[in-house]
């Protein structure tokens, strides 16, 4: 199922690049299978404990923080690797199973399995 191209995702981050809403942007993929959304984030440089994952019924969150190189501007002859403070936010067509979330974190690859929640049937409701 697809929600959103990658020209469409493509054009609203460099939207929010040109606003200043987003320092450093960590690079994303988002798969699905029959049960769950796959997202794999790339953190390289960045520490398990700066790294904070959260799921609402329909959301994802990643929230974490990669630290400064330490170097003077000064010395650098080019700074492409960004560093800092970010945040992704990745919103699902259908429910996820929130407690079933699981996340990974190995070799600088963050991966975040949100199972999809069973669909709710309506029932019947006898009025008495």
Known sequence: MRWESLREYR?????????????????ADVSE????????AELPGVRRTDVDVA???????????????????????????GHGQFVRRFTFPG?????????DFRDGILTVTLPKA???????VEVG
């Open 11 to 27: 054009t609203r981050a460099s939207q929010a690049d040109r606003r200043g809403d987003s320092g450093w942007t960590p690079p």
């Open 118 to 124: 069973p669909e709710t049937r309506g029932r019947r």
């Open 95 to 103: 429910r996820l199973a929130v407690d079933e979330v699981q996340a």
């Open 55 to 81: 799921a609402t019924h329909d959301t994802l969150t990643i929230r974490g923080h990669r630290p400064d190189p330490g170097c003077e501007p000064a010395c650098y002859v080019r700074l492409e690797r």
């Open 33 to 40: 299978t029959e049960d769950a959304f796959i997202v794999m």
